[in-house]
Nanobody
């Protein structure tokens, strides 16, 4: 059973930075695509960024230039570096991995941007 565990969330002031991590129980090379999603209170879950096995990345327009997704196959971990954080980035952030069309999710980590 594949397990994904997020960490790194917390409270940060506007303009600050956080780095989220997503650790997989097995080899992340198994995932054809991995990504970060977020869900703010009262809103639907939305895509933040994705990265393929080959390293191709895709970002939501709202985070382009501020967030960077990466993966380290050697330690089976995916990251999301978040800079210049805004209050509207406040949400629960979820890690996602896809294997042969099946999606796997982490439990989520809270990110709160507030002064």
């Amino acid at each position: 059973q594949v397990q994904l565990v997020e960490s790194g969330g917390g409270l940060v002031q506007p303009g600050g930075s956080l780095r989220l991590s997503c650790a997989a129980s097995g080899s992340i090379f198994s995932f054809s695509r991995m990504g970060w999603y977020r869900q703010a209170p009262g809103k639907q879950r939305e895509l933040v960024a994705t990265i393929t096995r080959g390293g191709s990345t895709n970002y939501a327009d709202s985070v382009k230039g501020r967030f960077t997704i990466s993966r380290d196959n050697a330690v089976n971990t995916m990251y999301l570096q978040m800079n210049s954080l805004k209050s509207e980035d406040t949400a629960v952030y979820y890690c996602n991995g896809r294997i042969l069309g099946d999606d796997y999710w982490g439990q989520g980590t809270q990110v709160t941007v507030s002064s």
